[in-house]
């Protein structure tokens, strides 16, 4: 379904997938995955090297599940490393809370970057030809790279298979969802063969990809609670799978303790602990996405 040279290693949710471009001139990698997981990212990115060095790291966004790797994979390949070009003030001033880091319990190494990349610039990545887009929404600084001779999309977290990456609620939401829009809008619009998303598997059928993110949009369109509830419940995920398990007598005290999750709590819900709780546990696990064994819970 690839044409040879681009090589996709497909990871979870807590990491993002890496694409790695083996050229003639020179190898890429996008994206690095968590940070709590580097060891296994520089190995599985070896192996696909086969020997060769790797010369360039590029990011589709600056989430801690797509950089977090950066600082290892710099450290064993003195690479060069590219970020998005709207992505530059966060790095450099290292915001917590716009990362999604220390707000969030998430965490990232510190990296350094060399340059930037713009909207509309152009590389030859893995002998094809790629140009930048900006991808806004659910990060406004985000790029997708697209391919157009092979037909192919680095798509980041703008589109999945089955939806796309979270849209955070709040006083930017209206810029974020018509963002989001306007960035489907752009990829509908692309002769796109296959997407190489930044989780799961790629996929071929864009189109009705694009529909499932449109219904997905106009319900956070209509409707702002849904925005946070589907925030809390995703960066929850995050967090379990992270920590691998945490104890259910715990919970409220931990919600306590993330500011994520205060905030939200106080600006948008207004509930008790045990009902922020509730709220947040209850939906995850009837729907199975966590569970709860011997007094913990874990991410299904
Ligand atoms: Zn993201």
Redesign the pocket.
Known sequence: MLPSCVRVIVRDWLNANHIVLIGRQRTVLIDSGYGRDATQTLDKVSGVLAGRPLDWLVNT?C?S??MGGNAAVRAAHACRVSIPRDEAPLIDAWDEEALWLSYADQRCERFSFDDTIAPGDEFDWGDLHWRAIAAPG??MAALIFFCEEAGLLIS??ALWENSF?ILLPGPDRVTRLEATRATLETIARLPVHTVIP?HGPSFTDVKAALERSMQRLAAFERDELRMVRHVLKVMFVFSLMDRRRLAVNELDVYLESVPLYADFNRRYLGLDRKALADLIVGDLERSGAIRRIDGFLIAA
């Open positions: 966004h989430h599940d797509h659910h990060d980041g977290d990456g930044g």
